[in-house]
Nanobody, 119 residues
């Protein structure tokens, strides 16, 4: 099983940038899917961005053109560069990883990192 630890959250003004990191440890299989999700207060957890099992990338429409997902396989670390942040991006951001054959909610989750966008 994969263990995940997020970092990099914080308070930023609208229009600002943050970079989140997700450090993975444990057994990582070649068909693992890794991605970012977020949960705002009073809302359900939602998809943000992900690497698929074949290496392609998907983004939620709400973050396209502003967020960039990347990874360093040697460091077993995934990143989320967030630019032009908006107040509606405020949420706890979670890293998710696991075999592509498992539903998202059965894969591994990190503890989350808070992102607050406010002036």
């Amino acid at each position: 099983q994969v263990q995940l630890v997020e970092s990099g959250g914080g308070l930023v003004q609208p229009g600002g940038s943050l970079r989140l990191s997700c450090a993975a440890s444990g057994t990582i299989f070649s068909d693992n899917v890794m991605g970012w999700y977020r949960q705002a207060p009073g809302k359900q957890r939602e998809f943000v961005a992900t690497f698929t099992s074949v290496g392609s990338i998907n983004y939620a429409d709400s973050v396209k053109g502003r967020f960039t997902i990347s990874r360093d396989n040697a460091k077993k670390t995934m990143y989320l560069q967030m630019n032009n942040l908006k107040p509606e991006d405020t949420a706890v951001y979670y890293c998710n990883a696991g075999p592509s054959g498992l539903p998202v909610n059965r894969r591994s989750w990190g503890q989350g990192t808070q992102v607050t966008v406010s002036s």
